[in-house]
């Protein structure tokens, strides 16, 4: 899943990132809402997480032009007004969801993830597939009953895997899906980190290569 933190207060933002990453999240940041409409025309997100109250292009209009793109990206919209009448002004402007500061790490990682998953047709919290089970909210693995630890790459890469449901993924679409903008595009990570899960995941190899067009489950 790829999201793109835009918030003010850089610690804070800095802070929400570092926690999606560990959640194998693939995460870009910037600090106003001309920054996040750069990056929106650029690279394609599952979920923004906006903050509401933004310098040089507010929240609210950058929440506006999501929406009238018809991206599928889904906007989590977080702001010190916790109000009602703020709530119902935030999804009224076409925002799906909102999460009054301060709030709980926990809730909002979930409340990303079912955003996530609305990006896509709808699947099952618990992915399974070949003998692989898969709990995104967990952060587990199992092959035929076997805990598999993973490192969050080579988790976030399983996952954008097995929600492709047999289909073919590129080694573009998994450097966008598990990645952030920081990467080197020309790099050989997405060969080396298959290579690793595969080896975790053991006999028979599951995850197919298909020649000049990516992998599969």
């Not at 929440?63 to 793109?69: F, K, L, N, P, T």
Request: aromatic share 4%; hydrophobic share 45%; proline share 5%.
């Amino acid at each position: 899943m790829r999201v793109l933190v835009v918030e003010d207060e850089q610690l804070l933002a800095d802070a929400v990132a570092t926690g999606l990453r560990r959640e194998a999240m693939a995460v870009d940041v910037v600090y106003d809402g001309g920054a996040a409409l750069e990056r929106i025309g650029v690279n394609d997100y599952d979920v923004v997480v906006l903050d509401r109250d933004l310098p040089v292009v507010h929240g609210d209009e950058v929440c506006r032009e999501i929406v009238g793109m018809g991206l599928p990206t889904r906007v989590l919209m977080l702001t010190a007004a916790g109000d009602v009448s703020d709530r119902v002004e935030g999804l009224e402007l076409g925002a799906d969801d909102y999460l009054p500061k301060p709030f709980a790490f926990t809730e909002l990682t979930a409340r990303v993830r079912a955003l996530g998953r609305r990006t896509t047709a709808a699947l099952p919290p618990v992915l399974e597939r070949s003998g692989i089970r898969l709990d995104p909210n967990r952060r587990e693995v199992f092959r035929d009953g076997t805990e598999i630890h993973l490192a969050p790459k080579e988790f976030a890469v399983l996952e954008v895997l097995m929600r492709s449901e047999g289909s073919v993924v590129s080694a573009e679409q998994l450097l966008e899906k598990a990645w952030d903008e920081n990467t080197d595009p020309f790099t050989n990570v997405v060969r080396v980190t298959v290579m690793t899960l595969r080896r975790k995941l053991g006999e028979p190899a599951v995850i197919v290569t298909v020649p000049g067009s990516g992998y599969r489950i």
